[in-house]
């Protein structure tokens, strides 16, 4: 018997050298020293054994379990180490490399222009109003004094989306609206940003879809003088306090008299040059008295109130302030062009 655990030792310890990992030894572990392994077939035998016999084999198979568990034991935590080892070298991170650099966003240019322009806006007393960019057809045309079949309404050629529904081609419906809820008492005296459409074919001038800033004010005493400081004052605070204004009459079926406003040219100061196609001048923004019709159809009597109002495209303010020759840049989002403007 001593013979057959001497040998089931060296078997084990054998077997325990050889394993690779930690399954295997486990395996080991199951097959020597588990309840079926052959050591405990061995003192299952015992009974066949002198008195004197007995505790000298029974200590014996004691120690050769205890030593085969120690070896299994020691060889556990060498395959534990290594493994860990491989991992930690796996997952090992160089903090000596460089970093990648994050690339940092800012403002779109037009988001930066509409806010500086409303800022400026707000200094002198107005308010920001706000509205739906799909738009009853009454809110667009028809309180602005343009009925349906109105042949001005072929200036803005619309996105409909019901008979009475469409893309709203301007941001006016918000000052009916706004005028609407004031039911008839001024002071109205606000400016209205926001996305407007219109079925035009895009190219270098032209965008389905561009940006306006209406505004409006109503109120008792309103006269065209008060537009055009007002007018002034923003081309002198976006452009330069070297430029002047003209205002030339021009048509809009919701102001009477109706004006376009130019500032004189950057490069030639007034005198003529080829960006101003000889003129001096660059046309800006329309604006005009409004139209009694409309002040009526929102509520106000036009012998009590009288207001002024103006539109303007903010990219084209902006292609004219900052030289950008396309307005498709402002929406192809080519970041080697806005970039160029995050500290504008
Ligand atoms: N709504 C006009 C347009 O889009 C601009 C405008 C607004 C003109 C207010 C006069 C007064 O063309």
């Known amino acids: 018997m001593k013979e057959r655990l001497e040998e089931l030792k060296q078997e084990a310890l054998q ?16 097959a020597y ?8 077939e061995v003192l299952r035998g015992m009974g066949k054994l002198s008195a004197e016999e007995r505790p000298v084999i029974g200590q014996l198979a004691n120690d050769v379990r205890g030593e085969i568990a120690t070896a299994i034991d020691t060889k556990q935590e060498q395959l534990e180490k290594v493994a860990l080892e491989a991992k930690l070298a796996e997952e090992s991170i160089d903090v000596t490399l460089p970093g990648r650099p994050v690339q940092q966003g800012g403002p779109h240019l037009l988001t930066k222009l509409i806010e500086e322009i409303e800022d400026l806006f707000i200094g002198m007393g107005f308010e920001i109003a706000e509205g739906p960019e799909v738009e009853q057809d009454y ?4 309180a602005l004094n343009l009925p349906k079949g109105h042949p001005a309404r072929d200036m803005q050629d619309s996105f409909y989306i019901t008979e009475d529904l469409l893309m709203r081609t301007h941001t006016s419906p918000v000052q009916a609206r706004t005028m609407k809820n004031h039911e008839g008492r001024g002071p109205v005296k606000i ?29 008792k005493n309103v006269r065209m003088s008060d537009l055009k400081g007002v007018l002034d004052t923003f081309a002198k605070k976006i452009f330069g306090q070297n430029r002047e204004i003209r ?8 102001t009477e008299p109706s004006v376009e406003m130019d ?25 005009g008295m409004v ?30 302030k900052y030289g950008v020759d396309d307005i498709r840049h402002f929406y192809t989002n080519d970041n080697r062009f806005l970039k160029q403007f995050h500290n504008a």
Not at 15 to 30: F, I, N, S, W, Y
Request: with cysteine; aromatic share 10%; proline share 6%.
């Open 33 to 40: 020293l588990g309840k079926k392994g052959p050591i405990t």
């Open 191 to 219: 400016i209205c940003p926001g996305k407007v459409y219109r079925r035009d074919t895009d190219d270098a001038t032209h965008s389905h879809q561009f940006t306006q800033i209406e505004g409006l004010y109503v109120d």
């Open 139 to 142: 809110y667009n045309f028809e």
């Open 15 to 30: 077997r325990v050298r050889e394993a690779e990992d930690v399954k295997q030894l486990q395996e080991v572990r199951v």
């Open 263 to 287: 500032i004189s040219c950057k490069i030639c100061l007034g005198s003529g040059c080829s960006v101003c196609k000889q003129t001096g001048w660059i046309e800006i923004l329309g604006a």
């Open 291 to 320: 139209h009694p019709n409309v002040l009526k159809m929102a509520g106000f009597d036009p012998k009590v109130y009288t207001g002024f109002a103006f539109g303007m495209g903010p990219e084209r303010i902006a292609m004219l």
């Open 247 to 254: 205002l030339r009459p021009s048509f809009f079926p919701f």
